[in-house]
């Protein structure tokens, strides 16, 4: 990820806090005492290396795994040597344990028979259109040939037309590979039956032969694929159900994780405490670490919403149905905004402690005698801000309790610990004395008592609720004047204050969601477990997704348009208009609305890559389908180019040259293995099989270990399988029927190196066809997709205003109705916010391989673009946090909200600045048609502080929210300002 840069000043003279961010250091970059930048290039390697040596660790896990991922390809290598299966498939035996490993065998069941359905239908896909191209091959051939005894002579027309298929269905597969990735690894066995298969059904005379060459082919793949899908289902099965138990577990410990890093973080703020400059350079600030904390708790949420969807899909025995699962997903996600609102407002109120003490240490001697005085004036308020620290650590400690609570409840813990607890509690005075511990019946009605009536204590010791805690603490607050006119401790004092009181906010509003999780886990826990069977094995289940198919269908158009009346969205929000063409008015115009659209499919970026794809495998393909030449790529098995082509093409020349390097590395040491598998044994076939499985287990290991590099380690195995698998076939049928069989016979250790040689040629080429004719770069693709998240965070930030208002207005609605408009905005917030998290996810993965792409001219600005993905991070953060803390803003009778009584609109203009939306649109087509910005284009501005501060507010929890929202406008507006710069 980019490092943060240090944000500016803005220059209106409207902003509410002076921003002494300008004189704070950045979260990548730290500052020496001259003031000059210094780089974090040499920590940042030794974290990486660290991160590498500590992903190396053997666990259960991995040990099980990797063995699991060996048994299949070393099995059907040993199948070689049976007399029957030799004899079946002959010199295509070892395509079987090439596909044994596409099995993906460390994947918990419901993704691995999904995986394997998918999987499944794109070989039988491939097929299909092999045996297609197959009859049309034979039809040309004898439509063409008059003399039957040279029918199985070479043949131009019926060898143009297997091409013209072979070509066509190479262009699909990477097409396809390219607009969804989630069948890459799909599309990429089908490519490879469809080069191992149609080359030779050129050559066939008849369909029999046609069907006969087919159906060998295709039941090594399927062999492969069995052999390996039984071996996952037995051997070390993973349950989903598991996985997504262990997932929740994460989830709760990353919940832990964040709040205690909070306490520190808020503490360290409370005591105007900086991170020293050794401090962000290893990462150990107290904002690091909550930043570190966050995006795991985020990232542990994500995959267990993902995990219970596969979860509910399997037959178990248990509490957790369908419906269930679906619940604690969706209450693990209602997390994530006041959780991020920690991070979010510790680390807004972090840049002004910073600029505080770089100021305050200037102008010590000047304004010592008035800080003083000011803080003997609000001694009695700092007794306050006293209470609330303390009320806001009680609420902590209450939810990590909350956190035991619900693993004990879910089971998570194991037996000996929760029998050590039970015999701990018998002896514990507290809980004899009435106080409640994590696991009792009673300690969901505690766990509500501290946030629903809160018990403080003051510094007397007195008993004060939370309720009347904030309102005093609201009534005794800093009085301000002129923010400009501040003293470093008057403004501190004054930012101190919004500190504790969006910190009490945001833990009342996470309390109040965690007490939601923990009552649903108390009420599942006391239900009987059943068996749970999927309820897609009822025909109930089809039948009410057909009628309630129709029937959004039906009131899609008028659910709409009454959320339009209600909400200003804009007409194009739902139903983007077509600058080129009218909607359609009959029949003709909406088949040939149809019709454009595959002209915009082949001409979009897919297609393209589909077409470099078809010419990258046509550069060594040709071969196959020409006379003179036809002999000889049989012979030498060119066919392993095609492989590594199919395998190794990426779509950008960045991730294109890492792989490529990773690939040839990756072969080179597949090959250096099998010259010690071969001879280290004096070339026995026990010792032979035996070293291969070691090699196999090594590969494993890495397959689990590092994922991410899927290809590289699959080219490896490929090429270790080519070579030995191949001489153990030679070995096994004789050299003979090798020869007979059109193929070339060398000796072991000259075919090795001239195997990599064809392996590397095809990396080669299909990274000679990733820059040719022209590049498409990771910086252009970085630059498309922050382009494009942009204008989703535009259309997203949209309906966060529009929540706003409909809240401020008291017409938002039962968000749970579906014809109100709240439910709407929410469906839209949801629908936006998935789609920039694809966007950003692209852009971060173009950025990494940023260093591996050759630029020419001027270089990219790499630390510019990393400066711009930090503040969309940060704008999605405020606008996530604004709408969620407006939920806050809505009264029981909306006239007696203090915001209804200003005719003025104050409240509307404060918590919804305007020109967000279209500045964001403004650099969206400045950035994705790469044309410079309107001329002096003004900076955005917020009105001031003051007018919420110097008014009669009432003492209520919705001043809280409300300051708050403003707060986030105000940094949110800042870093709009700077992403405009």
Not at 74 to 88: T, Y
Not at 327 to 352: R, T
């Amino acid at each position: 990820m980019a490092s943060k840069s240090p944000v500016l000043r803005p220059s209106s003279r409207n902003a509410s806090i002076p921003d002494a961010s300008s004189s704070s250091m950045s979260r990548g970059l730290s500052r020496s005492k001259s003031g000059a930048t210094v780089y974090r290039s040499d920590t940042t390697r030794r974290l990486q290396v660290k991160s590498v040596l500590f992903h190396q660790t053997l666990d259960w896990y991995t040990a099980t795994m990797a063995i699991k991922a060996s048994i299949p390809p070393a099995v059907l290598v040993c199948a070689i040597q049976s007399d029957s299966w030799i004899n079946h498939f002959k010199t295509n035996a070892y395509l079987a344990p090439i596909i044994s490993t596409c099995v993906l065998p460390a994947l918990p069941r419901a993704m691995l028979v999904r995986h394997n359905m998918r999987l499944t239908f794109a070989i039988v896909v491939a097929y299909c259109w092999a045996l297609l191209a197959g009859w049309c091959g034979v039809q040309a051939r004898h439509h063409t040939t008059n003399n039957l005894n040279d029918i199985s002579a070479y043949n131009s027309s019926a060898e143009a037309v297997v091409a013209i298929f072979f070509i066509f269905c190479i262009w699909f597969t990477f097409t396809v590979k390219s607009a969804f990735p989630n069948w890459a690894l799909h599309c990429t066995l089908a490519g490879i039956l469809t080069v191992a298969l149609l080359p030779s059904l050129a050559r066939a005379p008849t369909m029999s032969d046609v069907i006969a060459e087919s159906n060998v082919i295709l039941e090594a793949f399927l062999v492969g694929q069995a052999v390996g899908l039984v071996n996952a289902l037995i051997l070390f099965p993973q349950s989903c159900r598991g996985l997504f138990r262990k997932d929740i577990e994460l989830c709760l410990d990353g919940l832990v994780a964040v709040i205690q890093a909070q306490r520190k973080c808020m503490e360290d703020i409370s005591l105007k405490k900086a991170p020293a400059v050794g401090e962000e350079e290893n990462g150990s600030s107290s904002i690091s670490q909550l930043e570190d904390a966050l995006q795991r708790f985020v990232k542990a949420v994500g995959k267990a919403r993902q995990d219970g969807k596969y979860a509910a899909c399997e037959i178990s025995w248990g509490v957790f149905d369908h419906a269930k699962l679906e619940e604690i997903s969706s209450l693990l996600v209602d997390l994530i905004p006041p959780v991020s609102g920690l991070s979010s407002v510790a680390d807004m109120l972090q840049l002004h402690v910073e600029g505080c003490n770089i100021v305050g240490d200037a102008g010590d001697d000047s304004g010592s005698d008035e800080a003083s005085n000011i803080t003997s004036r609000d001694d009695g308020w700092q007794h306050l801000e006293a209470a609330m620290h303390q009320n806001s650590r009680h609420m902590s400690e209450t939810m990590v309790k909350g956190v035991e609570h619900a693993k004990l409840r879910l089971e998570s813990t194991n037996g000996r610990i929760l029998l050590n607890k039970r015999r701990a509690r018998k002896n514990d005075k507290e809980h004899e004395a009435g106080i409640t511990l994590p696991g009792d019946s009673s300690f969901l009605n505690s766990f509500r008592d501290v946030f629903e009536t809160g018990r403080g204590f003051s510094q007397e010791n007195e008993d004060m609720n939370n309720k009347e805690l904030l309102d005093c603490y609201i009534q005794h607050r800093p009085q301000v004047g002129d923010l400009n006119q501040y003293t470093s401790e008057m403004h501190y004092n004054t930012l101190r204050y919004f500190l504790f009181l969006h910190s009490q906010t945001i833990l009342s509003s996470l309390g109040e969601e965690f007490l939601k999780l923990l009552i649903f886990v108390d009420d599942c826990y006391t239900q009987p477990k059943k068996l749970l069977i999927p309820p897609f094995f009822y025909p109930r289940y089809w039948i009410e997704r057909l009628i309630g198919l129709r029937a959004t269908q039906r009131d899609s158009a008028s659910l709409k348009s009454d959320a339009q009346t209600s909400i200003k969205l804009g007409s194009s929000f739902y139903d983007p208009k077509n600058p080129d063409h009218l909607p359609p008015s009959n029949l003709m115009e909406t088949i040939g609305d149809y019709i454009r659209k595959i002209s915009a499919i082949l001409r979009s970026d897919h297609a393209a890559y589909g077409l470099r794809g078809a010419c990258a495998i046509m550069t060594v393909g040709i071969i196959a389908f020409l006379h003179d030449s036809q002999d000889f790529y049989f012979a030498q098995r060119f066919l392993w180019a095609l492989f590594a082509i199919v395998l190794s093409m990426a779509r950008t020349t960045g991730s294109s040259t890492f792989l490529l390097l990773g690939r040839v590395l990756g072969t080179i040491a597949s090959m250096i293995a099998s010259y010690i598998i071969w001879y280290v044994v004096d070339q026995k076939t026990p010792g032979i099989l035996v070293l291969l499985w070691l090699w196999f287990l090594v590969l494993g290991y890495l397959f689990v270990k590092f994922p991410d590099f899927f290809s590289i380690w699959f080219v490896a195995l490929i090429a270790s399988i080519v070579m030995i698998a191949n001489e153990l076939q030679v070995r096994k049928l004789g050299e003979a029927a090798i020869v007979q069989s059109g193929q070339a016979v060398y000796r072991p250790y000259i075919i090795f190196p001239y195997r990599l040689a064809i392996v590397t040629l095809g990396v080669l080429i299909g990274y000679f066809w990733t820059i040719f004719p022209y590049p498409l770069s990771e910086h252009s693709e970085l630059r498309e997709n922050m382009a494009k998240a942009m204008y989703g965070l535009a259309r997203y930030y949209m309906c966060v205003q529009q929540t706003i208002l409909a809240r401020l207005s008291g017409n938002f609605g039962d968000i749970s109705d579906k014809t109100s408009p709240g439910f709407h905005l929410q469906a839209a917030r949801r629908r936006i916010f998935h789609k920039y998290q694809t966007l950003s996810t692209r852009a971060q993965t173009s950025y990494k391989f940023l260093d591996w792409e050759f630029s020419l001219g001027g270089r990219f600005p790499k630390q510019t673009y990393g400066e711009m993905l930090s503040i969309l991070e940060r704008l999605v953060s405020y606008m996530t946090l604004a709408s969620y803390v407006s939920r806050d803003l809505k009264a029981p009778d909306a006239t007696s909200s203090w915001w209804a009584h200003d005719p003025t609109g104050t409240a509307q203009v404060h918590l919804t600045p305007g020109g967000v939306t279209t500045r964001m649109i403004i650099l969206h087509s400045a950035l994705s048609r790469a044309h410079p910005l309107p001329p002096e284009l003004a900076e955005l501005s917020i009105p001031h502080l003051g007018d919420f501060l110097t008014r009669d507010v009432p003492a209520d929890e919705r001043f809280a929210a409300a300051a708050l929202i403003h707060t986030v406008n105000w940094y949110l507006i800042r870093e709009i300002n700077r992403l405009t710069e």
